[in-house]
């Protein structure tokens, strides 16, 4: 499946959201990232995100595709998260 993750997050647990969730998707866009998973390791993602937010504070949407070839992006500007972005 193919993941798309946008969160918006307390300052004091943006990091480790960023963290958790360059462990497995690639980070696109400020507070926005994308990837194929499996279903493990779609379920594993929320669960270590769940451990970290604040659920009365924070927001974390998921949307979900059956692969990237489902998806159509226009991207206008520059390019966050190519490879010369990723530390």
């Known amino acids: 499946m193919y993941v798309i993750m946008v969160y918006d997050v307390s300052v004091k647990r943006v990091a480790r959201v960023l963290q958790i969730g360059r462990k497995y998707l690639t980070w696109v866009q400020n507070s926005v ?10 379920q594993r993602l929320k669960q270590e995100v769940l451990k970290v937010i604040d659920k009365n504070e924070d927001s974390v949407l998921f949307y979900t595709l059956r692969s990237e070839h489902d998806l159509r992006k226009e991207i206008l500007g520059i390019i966050k998260g190519a490879p010369s972005d990723i530390v």
């Open 33 to 42: 990232m994308e990837g194929a998973l499996t279903q493990t390791q779609y």
